[in-house]
């Protein structure tokens, strides 16, 4: 089972309204957790048995906390600001590094011009490192997550201007 096919399940058991979904196939066990309305709270753990992996992958993603009612005009401001802005999501769960290694310099900057193709961050999954490319050209704006951070799929990573 691949990550698009975690994502995707992850994704049909939150819209299908169950609590709990367990999977177990030959060397592979998922259970995905969902909270219903008074908890809005995914939890994905994808274990490997032991006897056939000596480490055992934890992935754990949380969906988004939704604001309440109340809060509700002064994030409707900050998102107008941001209509200019491409927002830059990440195609997969994973932990995101803004550099390649401990020692090397960070791939990309608050204000650097990007073009596409440029490497933007690295994700870990699985422990399996994803360079994430741009697809448009701009400038960054803002980053969005704080190095060595979990993310989920489609979270927003950068804020690139276009222009």
Known sequence: MDIKEIQNLIKFVAKSGASEVKLE???IKITIKTGGEDRLETT???????????????????APVV?????AAPAEAKANENDNYITVKSP???TFYRKPAPDKPIFVEVGQQIKEGD?????????????IESEVQG???KIL???STPVE???????????
């Open 67 to 71: 604001d309440a009612p109340v809060a």
């Open 25 to 27: 196939m030959e060397d």
């Open 44 to 62: 994905t753990i994808v274990q490997q048995h032991p006897g056939l992996v000596p480490s055992t992958p934890v992935v754990q993603a949380s």
């Open 153 to 163: 799929f489609d979270q927003p990573l950068f804020l690139v201007d276009p222009s």
């Open 92 to 94: 997969i769960i994973g």
């Open 145 to 147: 997550v704080d190095d």
């Open 119 to 131: 490497v933007l961050c690295v994700i870990e999954a699985m422990k399996l490192f994803n360079e």
């Open 139 to 141: 400038k960054i704006v």
